[in-house]
């Protein structure tokens, strides 16, 4: 695993035209590299400065990838580890750790094995990134180009709307890094989708991932203004293959945490889960959903301490103090089982240990932390470059892949954005040989 890639000697100055539109982590790394190899990089944003999104990522703490192994790393991007893995082997969790400590943000390991800066934020990495694109290091620096929101093509020209109205540019090679479509006040708005599909690049639909979703039958007032915004720590999320599937063949089962909104749930556990719930309420228009609310407890250690007998006392409190099931939990309890149910002691038993919840749909794309879909893979050349469009290449959250939270996203699009890079410097170098007399 990252194994440097052989590239072409490097080249001073070229006088080849390369643009970067889009300022995100994928465009900034296509960025870093091209400039190394030192070509006059241009990098154009939509928005009045870049990295946007990935300032924002910071503000919870900025997850910049997860330390486990590489098996197991590749295995959250799910059906996309192939498309993704030449990328990721060539820049790893450790280059990512690597690379954050070069520029002064050197990293630790959270307690769930998460990565993060000792700062925690993203804005001094991307401070000192942005210094050295702007060649702190002795490097030609990257032009910035803010407020430039690219909006398609006129002739062979790139057209950007402005301040000053429309600018046209032409470029020898263009690596898109537009990202998804999610919070789109932040620059990633997915308007690029009909201006590549316009031009024969195949997309598939940008949807909501790592993001939450609505409860099909909608909190009564009393759950939502009691328990809205409350964790659900220590439980345990089960997503069914199909209503009334078998829970051993369950499409997703993971321990740990979440929280209650408004019209239904949110958080890490949750997202991870958002794959398995979109395809079933792609297929069943509703995903099924258990919930154990005591994962540490065997269904019979339950049944027992629910059978001991109760005396005088309210079931709520013999559930607090034979089980500690207190405050949401108890809350979720009584918001989802009839009277009858919560009066029989064995079906009470299993409800704590698989709590049946509906999900009726996903939250807004706009609000996701990412979206899944993107530029098909089968629209990419060998390389990055897309089939329809010689010399323009993607990177970043803009391809069809989907991983969960954990520093999955940030790294591949890491990566995706070194690759482009590389792949550009071998096209413009397969260029200048061609034209180059012999
Ligand atoms: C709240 C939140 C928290 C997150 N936390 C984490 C985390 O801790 N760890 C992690 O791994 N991931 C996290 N992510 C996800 C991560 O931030 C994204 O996956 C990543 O930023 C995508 O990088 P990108 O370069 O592909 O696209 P983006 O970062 O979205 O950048 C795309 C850029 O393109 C520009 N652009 C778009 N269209 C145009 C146009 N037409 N013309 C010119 N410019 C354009 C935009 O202005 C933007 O600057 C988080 C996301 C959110 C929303």
Redesign the pocket.
Known sequence: MNEPVALPAPVQSLAVRVAI????????MAADVLSSEGYDVQL????PS?????L??????????HAEAMPAFMSRYGGFAEELSTAIAQFDNEAVRRWSSELGQNTFIGSSHRVFPVGMKASPLLRAWLNRLQGSDGRKPVRFHAR????GWEGGDWV?DTLQGHRHFTFDAVVL????G??AR????G??VPLLEGRGVGVSPLVASNCGFDVQRPWSDHFRSRYAGHPLKSVALTVLSAPGADPDQALFRRKGEFVATDTGFEGSLIYAASAAARAQLAAHASAHILIDLLPDHSLERVLLEVAKPRGSRSLSTHLKSRLGLDGIKAGLLYEVLSPETLKDERALAIAIKALPLVLGASRPLDE???SAGGVCWDALDGQHGLKALPGVFC????LDWDAP???????A?LAL?RKAGQDVHRYLQAQLAVSRPT
């Open positions: 539109i889009g300022g995100g982590p994928a465009g900034l154009f944003d939509a928005m870049v990295g946007r999104k990935f924002l990522a910071g503000r919870g703490g900025l997850n910049l990838t430039h929101r690219w909006i950007f890094a537009l990202g998804g999610s919070w932040l620059g990633s708005d308007a690029w996701a932390i990412s990177a970043g959250e803009m939270t954990g520093g999955y996203l940030l790294t699009c954005g």
